[in-house]
């Protein structure tokens, strides 16, 4: 049986404030999942991206299963999460990561 290891990790002032976003882009090499987080604000034409995210694939799989842990867990607690509009799943970023 595996000893679960206590991780502690160092919060810096600087990032502890967080960058708001609500447009997330992905797209994805052989090797690399990149994430770009923006805002996407009124009376500005174009989103600024506010975070990059690089990691391999083995991690964006354990992000994907890890938000669909804690996505169950605030639905439980809360309510269902409803999505407007939503896209369908690669629109508008084809296979190899760039726009249509």
């Known amino acids: 049986m595996e000893e679960k290891k206590e991780l502690s990790i160092n919060l810096k002032p600087e ?3 967080g960058k708001y ?4 882009l992905i797209t994805h090499s052989r090797n690399e999942f990149i994430l770009d ?3 996407m604000l009124p009376g500005i034409p174009q ?3 506010v975070s990059r ?3 391999n694939p083995e991690h964006a799989k354990r992000l994907l299963l890890a938000l669909q842990d804690n996505i169950a867990k605030y639905e439980a607690q809360y ?5 407007q ?4 799943p690669g629109f508008p970023v084809n296979g190899n990561g ?3």
């Not at 976003?21 to 997330?24: E, V």
């Not at 309510?79 to 999505?83: A, D, E, H, N, V």
């Not at 509009?85 to 369908?88: I, K, M």
Request: charge should be neutral; hydrophobic fraction near 50%; avoid cysteine.
């Open 15 to 17: 990032i502890a404030s």
């Open 21 to 24: 976003s609500n447009l997330a």
């Open 37 to 39: 987080f923006a805002a």
């Open 47 to 49: 989103p600024d991206v």
């Open 53 to 55: 995210i690089i990691m």
């Open 79 to 83: 309510s269902k999460i409803g999505i």
């Open 85 to 88: 509009d939503a896209p369908t």
């Open 98 to 100: 760039t726009k249509s």
